[in-house]
């Protein structure tokens, strides 16, 4: 462990670094807040760390506060090298702390003694990943998913009889969706639900074993209900998904009921709190008041009513009331990364490794180029998807709330959770292992919490919907809104955009543009950086992007419609990488901009200044990152496209001294992070070492290093040849 432990995290020291005073010596080699002073002798910007905390906490900060107060209780925490089994049984007591401390009601209604309080609720909810991402995920499917499918599918009805018992934790039941034969298709899941007019009751059946309800928490221990999603079918006719209540187990046996079985799923690579099994039925009947009748109701006599005519719509407003679990994991996904970048950076301001630009003292891992390349752009992204999940949770508040509640608004938000939530859980994945890889063997301990955060997260990418799916559904929605921009125009505003677009390929492709940005530039490097820093520059280059991408796919998409089945699929199929890029760089640009809109409510300068820095860190990130789009499509001269780099590794010396003050307002206590390389320990253990030989130089009895020796003795064999020569 200790050659892990040891292993250099980048060749050099930062050079670009004004590091030759004794203020830069101090604000590097300590934990101290950022330097009074720049380079050039002006004031330098310190972070209001206490401000930007309220800004990173949003609208529902108490809530988040109370949340995080409880998820730092060790009663909460994660246990390492539980077996399975136990921690199972660990999790589900922590559930009955969550209800005792009214952490799990504020979504249902205030009839049954909620809040109806829907953007609170999920705030509270993304913060329970800090004590253990089992057991935010146990109370996700308890309340989050089941206890929400009865609230917002069901009737009063529904709600007086099953919700108190769902909140109480009386009944503990699954959310079955997912099937082994479709797991993101839940259109196409073939579990049926037949109705009987001779008993008023459904016939629940799964036809084959591919129909088996799949990954199902708490199907394999402690779920005694469940809501099912199946095929409803009456009177001959298939009316499409709708969910059921359904018994599953005796609540004084713990046995399933005639005709359910099922199976546990076992060992996972993470979340082994959660009780993962399988469930099947055999014409299992359920009385017709089972079905949860918002969308769509059978009478007695089998008569099925909606008040939705569009079977598609229908099926779409069904899920769209359960968007809530993407938008908690995109929170939850933010609120990991925070955790570890903060440990990270908190790690890299006390660890040294190499003494490249002093004979005694090591350097500062932070204090690499490449260290601050690998953990500042992170963290610039984390405060942009931050900033995005905010708004995200507004937007859902808003629609849940009934505030902005129409059909437009509901699919707005469909399309911002299916943007975002890829994004963050991708980028939490990225972020754990990047700070693992960071802290060296240190990092790579359990103690640490990376490698056990990054195993329970991996599944946050496939679940609510696989992260490469949703951004495909997002696609669709930008075809949609790029072919409605079209739909009714005339020809001659047609024509005027035909053209519009060949001059536009003219200009880019023609390397016209590139020749323009140059001669703006005049070949000035300065000035190249100056233009791409610009707010205005960034966000050209960024929308440009996705519009042309869109509109590139869309032109060559138009007529699929008209085409028979499988051409038409075929030729979106030969297009479906281009159309999932063009999402990722749109959900890209969302996290800017709301980066951007962010800004604009921070007062205090310093804190203002230091921010945009970030800002422009993250939009100049990704700018490098698809530069070869930028150069290929003629939107950046070379000359420009030199300069991104550079401007970025100016950036990383500018946000150095300020980088504690930007995780620290993360906000977490000793209790959140859990992990020993960020106690301090690290800085005791360097400053105990330091004055060891700082005591042995000075007391003359240290032994001569052996290179020093062979230099002294080099030196001395020049000298001598130096004065032969003379002589």
């Known amino acids: 462990m200790t050659e892990l432990a040891d292993r250099p995290s980048g060749a050099a020291p930062n050079k670009s670094a004004p590091n030759n005073t004794a203020r830069n010596a101090a604000v590097r080699n300590t934990s101290a807040p950022a330097a009074a002073w720049n380079s050039s002798g002006a004031p330098a910007p310190v972070v209001d760390v206490a401000a930007l905390g309220e800004l990173l906490l949003g609208k529902w900060a108490e809530t988040r506060r109370a949340a995080r107060n409880l998820a730092g ?14 921690h199972r049984g660990r999790v589900f007591g922590q559930l009955k702390i969550l209800v005792e401390n009214g952490a799990v009601h504020r979504a249902f209604p205030v009839s049954v003694g909620g809040a109806d309080e829907h953007g609170g609720n999920v705030a509270g909810f993304q913060e329970l990943v800090i004590a253990d991402p089992s057991l935010q995920i146990k109370a996700g499917v308890q309340w989050g998913l089941f206890g929400s499918a009865v609230n917002h599918l069901g009737s009063a009805e529904h709600h007086e009889k099953w919700l108190p018992g769902i909140m109480s934790l009386d009944i503990p039941g699954c959310f ?5 034969g479709h797991g993101s298709d839940v259109a196409s899941i073939a579990t049926t639900a037949t109705y009987d007019p001779a008993t008023e009751e459904f016939v629940v059946h799964t036809p084959f074993r591919a129909a088996w309800k799949d990954y199902i928490g708490n ?14 079918v009456t009177q001959g006719v298939n009316h499409g998904v709708h969910a059921f209540y359904m018994d599953l187990r005796d609540p004084e ?7 359910i ?13 959660i009780d993962n099994g399988r469930l099947h039925f055999t014409h299992v009947r359920i009385p017709r008041t089972n079905l949860l009748n918002r969308y769509g109701n059978v009478d007695a006599d089998g008569t099925y009513s909606s008040p939705i005519t569009s079977p598609g719509r229908r099926f779409f407003t069904m899920l769209g009331t359960l968007v809530q679990g993407r938008v908690s994991l995109d929170g939850a996904a933010v609120t990991a990364s925070k955790l570890a970048l903060k440990t990270a950076i908190q790690y890299a301001t006390e660890r040294r490794q190499f003494n490249a630009s002093s004979q005694t003292d090591e350097e500062v891992l932070l204090d690499y180029q490449r260290h601050q390349r690998r953990l500042f752009t992170r963290l610039a992204t984390t405060y942009a998807a931050g900033f995005a999940s905010e708004q995200l949770l507004q937007k859902f508040d808003d629609v849940f709330s009934g505030r902005t509640d129409t059909d437009e608004d509901r699919q707005d938000l469909e399309t911002l959770a299916a943007a975002l939530k890829p994004l963050s859980t991708w980028h939490a994945l990225d972020t754990l292992q990047e700070c693992r890889e960071a802290c060296g063997g240190a990092g790579f301990l359990i103690e640490n919490r990376f490698a056990s955060l990054r195993a329970d997260l991996d599944v946050y990418a496939t679940f609510e919907g696989d992260n490469t799916v949703l951004l495909q559904l997002v696609a669709k929605r930008l075809l949609a809104d790029y072919a409605k921009e079209f739909r009714s125009v005339d ?11 060949a001059t536009d390929a003219a200009i880019h492709r023609t390397g016209l543009r590139g020749v323009a940005q140059f001669m703006a530039d005049t070949g000035s490097v300065q000035r190249a950086a100056i233009a791409l820093k610009d707010e205005a520059s960034q966000r050209a280059l960024l929308t440009d992007r996705v519009q042309t991408m869109v509109a590139e796919v869309g032109s060559a998409l138009k007529g699929a419609g008209k085409l028979p089945q499988q051409q038409g699929a075929a030729l979106f199929n030969s297009h479906q990488n281009e159309l999932i890029e063009a999402a990722q760089a749109h959900a890209e640009l969302l996290q800017w901009e709301a980066f951007t809109e962010a800004l604009g409510k921070v007062t205090d300068p310093g804190t203002k200044k230091v921010l945009t820095w970030l800002r422009d860190l993250f939009g100049l990130s990704l700018i490098e990152e698809n530069l070869s789009w930028y150069l290929m499509n003629g939107r950046l001269s070379m000359q420009r496209a030199r300069t991104v780099g550079d401007y970025i590794n100016r950036l990383l010396v500018k946000i150095r001294p300020h980088a504690l003050d930007l995780v620290d307002a993360f906000g977490f206590g000793p209790e959140h992070l859990r992990a020993e390389i960020a106690t301090g320990a690290e800085k005791v253990r360097q400053d105990e070492a330091r004055e060891y030989f700082r005591r042995q130089r000075a007391s003359g009895d240290a032994p001569v290093d052996e290179k020093i020796l062979l230099a002294r003795k080099t030196r001395g064999q020049k000298t001598q040849g130096i004065d032969k020569r003379r002589a």
């Open 73 to 86: 209780r060790p009663e909460l925490y994660k246990t390492e090298g539980l077996t399975h089994t136990e």
């Open 176 to 180: 079955a969706m997912t099937e082994t």
């Open 219 to 232: 199907a394999a221990m402690d779920g005694l209900a469940a809501v099912v999603f199946a095929q409803l």
């Open 253 to 259: 046996t713990k046995e399933f009921l005639p005709g």
């Open 261 to 273: 079985g099922g199976e546990d799923d076992g060992v996972k690579g993470g979340l082994n709190g």
């Open 491 to 501: 020809f001659g505003v047609l024509a005027r955009y035909v053209v519009g677009q």
